[in-house]
């Protein structure tokens, strides 16, 4: 009356070795994502930094212009205003010559031009729905963020190169030790992304291209003259100093010195502030991000 049912295929003997004895044989479970929950939480996180860092170089790799027109404004100061004012020899730079002097601010210069205005790129990505359908994946907002200043930090090496190469161009001698210059590129990506975050909380604060670009205008100069990247901290007015010791632009460029021309330099300081400003600027950022899509 009623039908057999055809027996299951035999098991193959590699499957057979890994079963027990008396152990019913059962086929396997489609393989599906393993759950967030049981990730390990760093794998995760850095795997949607990575993702969307690609993102990022797929987007630089169509549109190259941008690489080459940001480039000119760190050449001008290295080879007009620095030639200038060293013919002058005003600032006092000790054994250095003023080009060697300003060749790492300038280098910090190029990377703060580039991230301060970076949050322009999440408004605009707000505005094509892109931001709003990011923020409700299950992707954590501190990934996002981290992922775009990573990201921005991509767009400053192409202006570090250029320094580098007009520093050879010019004669500015420079440690060309690896591991110096390593660690030059991590104090350029750490200084980047902090600007980075904080032009994205800017932009989730004032929620508009205008008024973030006025924004970004007015605090761009006063952040680079605030710094040492120009002249020594020594030759600042007493107010301007004050205020250089709470910019992270003055321990970028010290880095840099230190790394680069070999001048006494605090590195485990720098780095601290600079790695703890950017944490900063994530954990902040992240929070006020989500008003954009409100």
């Not at 890994?18 to 152990?23: C, F, N, P, S």
């Not at 250095?96 to 190029?110: D, K, N």
């Not at 605030?226 to 004050?242: D, E, F, G, I, K």
Request: positive net charge.
């Amino acid at each position: 009356m009623f039908a057999r049912r055809a027996a299951p295929p035999a098991a193959s003997p590699d499957r057979q070795k890994g079963v027990r004895a008396g152990a019913t044989v059962t086929d396997p479970a489609p393989v599906t994502e393993i759950p967030a929950a049981e990730k390990s939480i760093v794998v995760w996180y850095l795997a949607r930094i990575q993702a969307f860092c690609i993102a990022e170089l797929q987007k630089i790799r169509h549109d190259r212009t941008e690489l080459v027109t940001r480039a000119v404004q760190p050449a001008l100061w290295l080879v007009i205003f620095g030639q200038t004012v060293s013919s002058l020899h005003a600032i006092p730079t000790g054994n250095l010559t003023y080009e060697q002097f300003l060749a790492p601010g300038v280098l910090a210069q190029s990377g703060l031009f580039v991230a301060v205005f970076y949050g322009i790129q999440v408004i605009w990505e707000r505005d094509a729905g892109v931001l709003a359908k990011v923020l409700t994946t299950p992707t954590p907002r501190g990934a996002f963020v981290t992922a775009k200043a990573f990201s921005a930090s991509v767009r400053v090496f192409a202006q570090a190169i250029v320094v580098m190469v007009l520093c050879v161009i010019l004669g500015i001698h420079l440690i060309w030790n690896p591991l110096n210059l390593f660690g030059a590129a991590c104090a350029v990506v750490l200084g980047a992304g902090f600007f980075t975050t904080l032009s994205m909380t800017l932009a989730g604060l004032v929620l508009s291209r205008e008024r973030l670009m006025g924004i970004g205008q007015m605090i761009t100069m006063p952040l680079f003259f605030a710094s040492n990247a120009l002249y020594p901290v020594a030759a600042m007015p007493t107010w301007v100093r004050v205020f250089s010791r709470m910019n992270p632009l003055t321990y970028e460029v010290n880095a840099l010195r230190g790394l680069l021309l070999g001048t006494p330099a605090t590195l485990w300081l720098d780095f601290t502030v600079l790695a703890g400003s950017l944490v900063i600027g994530i954990v902040v950022s992240a929070k006020v991000l989500p008003r954009l899509v409100r």
